[in-house]
């Protein structure tokens, strides 16, 4: 594949993934990390062709796994010719030393993955800056023995974003890029502000959650309009804002970055400002993948991130999106092993926790299947109008003429 701005040959590379199972981290809850980081290496443009954990308790602080765990890795990237190894949490810059000295290929972590993928998604000004001010934040630390991954004659993934020769790596240089990055930054949030207070009162819905659960598909079907959208992470990175109109009402909706666990904390501060959309909606559309085997953890993950940004109380519609790809497994009325996740039913489901939330803050769709569409648009009218109305408190005889009619 070329990347036309770059000018850069990038080939498909072979990837290994490793991942701990600790105290923190079960058997199962790392087997659906390294299945989320195989989509992340997809997602990028690798093929993993295999995966290797290991039980510790605690990760090794001089190679992550033990000393035998990575020479069994070394034979197996030797023996299949493996590009590429990629760790399921970040590693300290002495542990990427120590790793890539003994295995000799190229080695990325979990957050150094997702940088590369956002640089590669990024496409606007405001995204660009964003994504390399936070790599130069990831690199500064990892100055030492990172030569061969900036050089830019290579490609690949982890080689995109801000690489420079070995002269421009110097800490004092990536400083003054770094400050450079925040000024140019806090420009660009100044104009959005700027974009944003010129909305006036009308009221203002954002679409959040985790990433890939259809929240483009959703903006879509609701603002007619095509907004680019992909089955893979991170589609969209830019804000995309759209006016709607539902029967006599207009609203601002929009489409915002999706969320994804462990992100790295260099993502979380430079795209707070694109988070403002969050922080200053009046309505939150709270999407979820309910056919996700893990969608309760992606809702949780969601809670945690709205709450660093104190948006967690805003008034919210939960949307499990998606009932056309929810499938179980149904157990004989004699089996007496415990019931899990994949043994109930999406009836069944709905009884559980959900049925705490009110009826009017809770619907089921597939945006793909263009299902019960009709009744979200229903609940976002009664949210929207009934925020609407204590702005524009003269308008609400006409409304009710106009429903009337």
Not at 68 to 76: N, V, W
Not at 142 to 156: A, E, I, P, V
Not at 269 to 291: G, M, N, P, Q
Request: proline share 3%; net charge neutral; aromatic share 8%.
């Amino acid at each position: 594949m070329i990347d036309k701005n770059k000018k850069i040959e990038y080939i498909e590379e072979k990837a290994l993934l490793v991942g701990v199972i600790t105290q923190q981290q079960s058997e199962d809850d790392v087997r659906e990390y390294l299945d989320e980081l195989a989509f992340l290496a997809e997602t990028a443009g690798a093929v993993t062709h295999g995966r290797f954990t290991q039980k510790v308790e605690y990760p090794n602080p001089k190679t992550f796994v033990g000393k035998g765990k990575l020479e069994e890795i070394r034979r197996y990237v030797k023996s299949n010719s493996i590009d590429l190894v990629i760790f399921d949490d970040e590693l300290s810059p002495s542990q990427l030393r120590n790793i890539e000295r003994e295995l000799e290929v190229k080695i990325l972590d979990r957050s150094g993955l997702i940088l590369d993928i956002f640089a590669s998604r990024a496409q606007t000004s405001h995204a660009r800056t964003q994504v390399e001010l936070a790599q130069y934040q990831y690199l500064l630390p990892r100055l030492t023995k990172m030569w061969t991954h900036l050089d830019r004659q290579k490609g690949g993934i982890g080689m995109r974003g801000p690489g420079e020769t070995e002269i421009e790596t110097d800490r004092r240089i990536i400083g003054d890029k770094i400050s450079l990055l925040k000024k140019k930054l806090e420009k660009i949030d100044k104009q959005k502000f700027t974009q944003r207070q010129n909305r006036g009162k009308m009221v203002r819905v954002a679409l959040v959650g985790y990433t890939n659960v259809g929240k483009s598909t959703i903006l879509n079907l609701l603002g007619k309009e095509k907004v680019f959208a992909e089955n893979k992470l991170f589609a969209t990175l830019d804000t995309t804002v759209r006016k709607i109109v539902f029967q006599n009402i207009p609203f601002l909706l929009a489409d915002t970055v999706g969320f994804i666990r462990k992100l790295p904390h260099q993502l979380v501060e430079s795209f707070k400002s694109t988070l403002d959309e969050v922080r200053e909606a009046d309505l939150l559309l709270h999407v979820v993948d309910i056919s996700h085997p893990a969608f309760e953890d992606h809702f949780n993950t969601v809670n945690e991130t709205l709450k660093e940004i104190e948006a967690i109380d805003k008034p919210t519609i939960l949307v499990f999106n998606k009932i056309d790809a929810f499938s179980y497994i149904k157990k004989d009325e004699d089996d007496l092993t415990p019931v899990l996740r994949e043994n109930i039913s999406l009836e069944e489901l709905k009884n559980t926790w959900m049925n705490r939330m009110n009826e009017d803050n809770c619907i089921f769709i597939s945006a793909h299947e263009r299902l019960n569409i009709e009744e979200l648009r229903e609940k976002m009218y009664a949210q929207v109008k009934k925020i609407h109305i204590t702005r524009f408190p003269y308008n609400d005889f006409l409304y009710q003429n106009y429903e009337e009619q």
